[in-house]
T-cell receptor, first 117, second 115 residues
Framework: AQKITQTQPGMFVQEKEAVTLDCTYDTSDQSYGLFWYKQPSSGEMIFLIY??????QNATEGRYSLNFQKARKSANLVISASQLGDSAMYFC??????????????FGSGTRLSIRP | DSGVTQTPKHLITATGQRVTLRCSPRSGDLSVYWYQQSLDQGLQFLIQ???????AKGNILERFSAQQFPDLHSELNLSSLELGDSALYFCASSAPLGGAEDTQYFGPGTRLTVL
């Protein structure tokens, strides 16, 4: 069965530092998609970045990059030059099968990131 | 703003009651997904509709049902409500198929409180 594991319940980081949020996944499918979402205290779920299982290059979106290591089944989120507004809950998620109109996303338990000024 | 709308934002009701949550997907998206976020269960996938048809089912209770209408908006019906149904209910939508277009964009959520 597919599973997403986020082992860091909470992290504190100094402003302007880079931060890595860990995510490992388990799936028997060859085709899957990996996502990171941000949930600030206001509650909305904000899509950050996507990585397909067949993508050879790591995904990047502005200050966000996804360190995808397929053999290790890890998909860590890297936030460069952290800002106070990055303080939020971050969820790693997986969708399988990747290309289908019938698939679901499962979420990890999340990491609460707090940025110190 | 993701382009997904949900109403109402907040809902307070009593045990045993029935409520309906509404979701309008982003323009052009055919898939609608419903999720429940509670403190003890985290984010749980409930159900997916694609162009009016049910396509995937998760941990949805029998007391809960959903449908997607011809105009693609969706409703989640929760009946015989229990205290444990108190949660944040999200709707998400995505384009049909393929690559980054599979990304699900979430609405702002409906916070349900059952007293």
């Amino acid at each position: 069965a597919q599973k997403i594991t986020q082992t860091q319940p909470g992290m504190f980081v100094q402003e302007k530092e880079a931060v890595t949020l860990d995510c490992t996944y388990d799936t028997s499918d060859q085709s899957y998609g990996l996502f990171w979402y941000k949930q600030p205290s206001s509650g909305e779920m904000i899509f950050l970045i996507y990585q397909g299982s067949y993508d050879e290059q790591n995904a990047t979106e502005g200050r966000y990059s996804l360190n995808f290591q397929k053999a290790r089944k890890s998909a860590n989120l890297v936030i460069s030059a952290s800002q106070l507004g990055d303080s939020a809950m971050y969820f790693c998620a997986m969708r399988e099968p990747q290309y289908s109109s019938a698939s679901k996303i499962i979420f990890g338990s999340g990491t609460r990131l707090s940025i110190r000024p | 703003d993701s382009g997904v709308t949900q109403t109402p934002k907040h809902l307070i009701t009593a045990t045993g009651q029935r409520v309906t949550l509404r979701c309008s997907p982003r323009s052009g998206d055919l898939s609608v997904y419903w999720y429940q976020q509670s403190l003890d269960q985290g984010l749980q996938f409930l159900i997916q509709y694609y162009n009016g048809e049910e396509r995937a089912k998760g941990n949805i209770l029998e007391r809960f049902s959903a449908q997607q209408f011809p105009d693609l908006h969706s409703e989640l019906n929760l009946s015989s409500l229990e205290l444990g149904d108190s949660a944040l209910y999200f709707c998400a939508s995505s384009a049909p198929l393929g690559g980054a277009e599979d990304t699900q964009y979430f609405g702002p959520g409906t916070r349900l409180t059952v007293l």
